[in-house]
Nanobody, 125 residues
């Protein structure tokens, strides 16, 4: 089993920044990808960012490129999401996710194999 523990959510004014963290523990894999999804009230969960753990290659939806940055710390088994120029529409619960890529260096986290519990991000206008 894998445990994913998120931290760093909170309340921020529009235009501000937040950094989310997700620490992974438990089972190890030959290769995997980690990333983030978010879900706003009344909306479907949407992809935010992903990183291939081996190479560090990243992927984002076009709408978030330039504002959000995903990174990792291999030694700490932790992935980060730096969110800048936040907007009220970024308000959501942010979930960390991990996908076993079975030895391949793939920056794909959907469908995820493991999920964190979620952390609330609220951006006030």
């Amino acid at each position: 089993q894998v445990q994913l523990v998120e931290s760093g959510g909170g309340l921020v004014e529009a235009g501000g920044s937040l950094r989310l963290s997700c620490a992974a523990s438990g089972r190890t894999f030959s290769n995997y990808a980690m990333g983030w999804f978010r879900q706003a009230p009344g909306k479907e969960r949407e992809f935010v960012a992903a990183i291939a753990w081996s190479s560090g290659r990243t992927d984002y939806p076009h709408s978030l490129k330039g504002r959000f940055t995903i990174s990792r710390d291999n030694a700490k088994n932790t992935v980060y999401l730096q969110m800048n120029s936040l907007k009220p529409e970024d308000t959501a619960v942010y979930f960390c996710a991990l996908r076993d890529t079975h030895g391949y260096d793939r920056v794909v986290i959907s469908p995820a194999d493991y999920w964190g519990q979620g952390t609330q991000v609220t951006v006030s206008s």
